[in-house]
């Protein structure tokens, strides 16, 4: 079904939350260039239409190559400059669609060198969050409170495998040269999420949650079991990237060995051909999964159009799991991924499911207000009541009179 400009323009105005969205994959292309220059990087084109055409593609063979684009952003990002103007700039585009939440994800331990240490990393990005969400709250609608302001939080990535892609990690492998590299990796999650905790509770800062990412094959979740273990410890919230490129057992392995609060994509949850055979009914297995993820309210965070790109086998977003995800009843949230590499925005998002999938207004309501409602709120649970409370009225407040009411 095709919209109008108006019904883009008002999905463009609701309120809209963001909580899967990669730092390092959402660089304005013309920062990049700027930055690569100013700093003698290379890279394979200079300008925007050459770096669309080479590196940030419509489609990709495979999760793994869409991954390779991240060494020429992550090279960009090696100062407290850069990470606090690409931080600055990022929000400040979110903002422009709308979006008011927004949670930012990255890899620390990819920034670090003899210029910053983990603390300086995460000080650097939220320097540029927070001045971006200090302008647009100054803004006089939310200061007489008729529209919700912005808020934010960082949630720090470990990889589920690494090698040496940047000063850090090539120094842990080397003090570790007797260790596997499945132990290395796991060493390295833990340091993070000890780091984050503490760099959260001695600075304030707002450092929500913690996230597993990389390549699913071969590097199964509950090797993370002892980071994971210690952020549910110390009160910081989860999310998992599983099922982008694995099954159900990804997803499974995620919730029950590394207390996920909420999925990164989730896409093959309900595909039989990626359960282990050993599994004597896989169908079952499924359903007795999918009914513990809807009853948990465990939310999804769907990202449609990196999907697209990393999984050839969609061919058309019709075929997209999230059809099945809306008749399971279950809890998603419409999300970028990377703004830059998939060349896409939140409003984006949801006019392609608008346009491809079957959600009356109660529903698409519901998918927009998950997201406020299963955000990792740095802030109090009374505090975040009533900034969700306030989104929900602006957005009924948009949408009355309009084919979106609900």
Same mark, same amino acid.
């Given at each position: 079904m095709k919209y109008s400009e108006e019904t883009k323009e008002l999905i463009k105005r609701i309120p809209k939350t963001d909580l899967h969205c990669h730092l390092d994959g959402s660089i304005r292309p013309e920062t990049i260039i700027d930055l690569a220059k100013t700093e003698n990087i290379r890279l394979p084109s200079y300008t925007v239409e050459g770096l669309n055409d080479l590196l940030f593609k419509d489609h990709y063979d495979s999760l793994v190559e869409y991954l390779q684009t991240f060494d020429f952003s992550c090279a960009v990002m090696q100062t407290p400059e850069s990470l606090e103007r690409?931080?600055?700039?990022?929000?400040i585009d979110a903002q422009s669609e709308g979006v008011r939440y927004m949670e930012i994800r990255f890899a620390p331990q990819l920034h670090i060198n003899e210029k910053m240490d983990m603390k300086t990393?995460?000080?650097?990005?939220?320097?540029?969050?927070f001045r971006a969400q200090r302008e647009f709250n100054k803004r006089t609608a939310v200061q007489n409170?008729?529209?919700?302001?912005?808020?934010?939080?960082i949630i720090v990535c470990a990889l589920r495998s690494f090698g040496a892609v940047s000063d850090y990690y090539a120094n842990f492998m080397n003090a570790h040269p007797y260790s596997e590299p499945k132990t290395i990796h796991s060493l390295?999650?833990?340091?993070?999420? +000890?780091?984050?905790?503490?760099?959260?509770?001695d600075s304030g800062l707002p450092i929500v949650g913690f996230d597993l990412a990389g390549a699913e094959a071969?590097?199964?979740? +509950?090797?993370?079991?002892?980071?994971y273990q210690f952020a549910h410890e110390h009160f910081m919230a989860k999310t998992v990237h599983a099922g982008e490129a694995y099954g159900a057992p990804s997803i499974f392995q995620a919730i029950t060995e590394l207390h996920a609060d909420r999925i990164g994509h989730g896409y093959y949850l309900?595909?039989?051909? +990626?359960?282990?055979?050993?599994?004597?009914?896989?169908?079952?297995y499924i359903d007795d999964l999918v009914q513990y993820i809807a009853r948990k309210r465990v939310t999804i965070e769907v990202c449609l159009t990196s999907n697209l790109q990393t999984n050839p086998s969609i061919v058309d977003l019709s075929n997209h799991s999230y059809r099945h995800m809306l008749e399971a009843g279950l809890s998603t949230t419409f999300c970028t991924d990377n703004r830059t590499v998939s060349k896409t925005t939140v409003t984006r998002e949801i006019m392609l499911a608008l346009e491809h999938f079957d959600i009356p207004p109660r529903k698409l309501k519901n998918a927009i207000i998950y997201g406020f409602k299963r955000s990792f709120y740095h802030g109090d649970y009374l505090e975040k009541r009533k900034y969700v409370r306030q989104c929900i009225e602006y957005y009924e407040t948009l949408t009355k009179g309009t084919l979106f009411e609900s």
């Open positions: 690409i931080a600055y700039e990022l929000v990393v995460l000080e650097a990005v939220d320097r540029g969050l409170q008729l529209e919700p302001p912005f808020a934010y939080g390295g999650s833990l340091e993070l999420a +000890k780091g984050a905790v503490q760099i959260r509770n071969g590097n199964p979740a +509950k090797e993370h079991w002892q980071a309900f595909d039989v051909s +990626k359960v282990d055979g050993a599994i004597e009914d896989r169908q079952a």
